[in-house]
């Protein structure tokens, strides 16, 4: 098969993990070989301007014949008032592997900031390097906005165990404040990486402004641009 052609994809589970945050799992006519970090495009009937949406890859890249997609669902939207609609055992279209958001071997150490489903890329990444066993230094900023926002912090966890990361968890309005847990904070994760060291190399997703804030503040601090990696959701 041509290697963008479109490829049938059958739902095979939804599960609703945060709020309005969704992981689909699809199992493919055809394995798709892609690279942690890649994306592909879903077709949705209507959506304009070009009847397709961008959807990283959040699973391991281990099994390229089943796929996990976390997406976040908004009202209105076409994308998601497509996906919304949809039930385990209908098919979905989709295109790819695109992108070159990808985590090349050499680099050490690596910090991620993600906000919302801007983690997918992340976790497929981390999936796939504990599968690998490698013991490179991760470190994860994760921002959302409240308790109710929050997924993905049991594998948060276990990567806490079974490789050399550490992650913070940001607020930004959470709605107890003082039940909060070790390792979060309240706050933007622009304002926890404030005072971090810029070294290594840094890999942003999830909403633009969040960042054209954080490569602003690690320029600032002398990181150079070969190290900021950047996908922007919207
Ligand atoms: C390379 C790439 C990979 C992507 N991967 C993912 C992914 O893994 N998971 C995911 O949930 N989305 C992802 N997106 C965003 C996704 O493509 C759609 O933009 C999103 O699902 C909204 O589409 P829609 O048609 O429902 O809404 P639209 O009608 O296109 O937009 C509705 C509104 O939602 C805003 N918006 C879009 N995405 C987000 C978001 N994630 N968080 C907050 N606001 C948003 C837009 O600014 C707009 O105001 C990715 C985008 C790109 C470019």
């Known amino acids: 098969m041509e290697r963008y052609s479109p490829r049938k994809a059958l739902l095979r589970s939804i599960d609703t993990v945060a709020r309005d945050t969704l992981v689909y799992r699809v199992e493919l006519d055809e394995p798709l070989p892609f690279k942690a970090g890649q994306f592909v495009n879903l077709a949705v009937p209507g959506a304009k301007p070009r009847g397709e ?3 990283s890859v959040y699973s391991d890249p281990a099994s390229p014949g089943v796929l996990d997609f976390c997406i976040k669902l908004f009202a209105g939207g076409a994308a998601s008032e497509y996906l919304r609609e949809r039930k385990v055992g209908d098919v979905l279209d989709i295109r790819g592997p ?15 900031v993600a906000t919302g489903t801007g983690l997918a890329p992340f976790h497929s990444m981390l999936l796939e390097q504990e599968r690998l066993g490698n013991r490179r230094i991760f470190r994860l900023f994760f921002g959302v906005r409240a308790e109710e926002d929050v997924f993905g912090v ?8 079974s490789l050399n990361f550490d992650y913070t968890l940001c607020l930004s309005r ?3 404040p003082e039940a909060m847990k ?11 990486i404030a005072d971090h060291s810029p070294e290594g190399h840094w890999y942003l997703c999830g909403n633009g402004s969040m960042i054209e804030e954080v490569r602003g503040l690690l320029k600032g601090k002398g990181l150079d641009r070969k190290q900021i990696h950047v996908e922007k959701y919207y």
């Open 154 to 161: 049991a594998t948060l966890q276990r990567w806490k165990q």
């Open 182 to 192: 070790e390792g979060c904070v309240i706050g933007r994760v622009t304002q926890a």
């Open 98 to 112: 695109f992108g070159v958001f990808t985590l090349p071997e050499e680099i050490e150490p690596v910090t991620f």
């Open 53 to 55: 949406r961008s959807y």
């Open 174 to 176: 959470p709605e107890a």
